[in-house]
C-alpha cells in the first residue's frame, strides 16, 4: 500500500512539474486596458512632446529659458550611458540599463537651465528671473501640473533633470509591449 502510495505522489508531483514547465513558456497576462503594441518606440510620445513644449513656452512666460538635453534614447545608447563610471571613465549617472529607462519608451526627457549668455546650467539655486524663487524649483513645479513626475523625488537615485510621464505603466509593462493608449486620461486632463 505504502509503495502504491507513493508512486501515484510521484506521478502527482511529475504532471505539477510538467503544467508549471508549460506555463513558463505563455506570455504572461497584459495588464488590464492597456493599449499593447510590441514595437519599440523610436522617438518621444506625441503626449509626452506636447507637454514638454508646453513647460518649455510656460517656463519663456515667468523669465526662465528650460532647453531639453535628452528625451527619447534608444536601448543601444541607454547601455553606453550605463556605462559611465563603471567601464566607462566619468560619473554614474544613470542606474538603468537599455530596456529599463522610461527614455528609451520616449516617456521621459532631462532638462536644464540656459543664462542669458547662453550657459546651460544644471544649477537648482540659480534664479535668473530674480523672483526670489529658484527657477528649478520653478520649472519642476510647472512640469508636475503638466503630469510629469520628477526624479528628485525618487527616494533612492534622486534624477534631478528627469522628467517623465508613465501613464501608470510600470517598467516592466513596458518591456513586455504595452504601451500608453493615445486617448489616456492624462492627454485629456490639460
Known sequence: MKKQNRNLLIIILLVIIGILYIQSFKQPNPPPN???????????????????NQLIQQAAKKGITVV?????????????????????????VTNAKGGESYHNYG??????????????????????NKNGKADWNEVVDLAKNLGFTWGGDWPKFKDY??????????????????????????????
Not at 36 to 47: A, G, K, V, Y
Not at 68 to 92: C, E, H, P
Not at 111 to 122: E, N
Open 34 to 52: 492597456k493599449n499593447h503594441s510590441q514595437s519599440m518606440p523610436t522617438e518621444l510620445n506625441p503626449i509626452v512632446k506636447k507637454r514638454t
Open 68 to 92: 531639453i538635453t535628452d528625451d527619447f534614447r534608444s536601448a543601444k545608447d541607454q547601455d553606453q550611458l550605463y556605462q559611465k563610471g563603471r567601464t566607462v571613465s566619468g560619473n554614474i
Open 107 to 128: 516617456l521621459a526627457v532631462d532638462f536644464a537651465l540656459k543664462t542669458p549668455s547662453g550657459k546651460i546650467i544644471w544649477d537648482m539655486q540659480y534664479d535668473g
Open 161 to 190: 533633470p528627469h522628467l517623465q510621464m508613465n501613464f501608470g505603466l510600470s517598467i516592466t509593462d513596458l518591456q513586455n509591449g504595452a504601451r500608453p493608449d493615445a486617448s489616456s486620461s492624462v492627454a485629456d486632463s490639460y
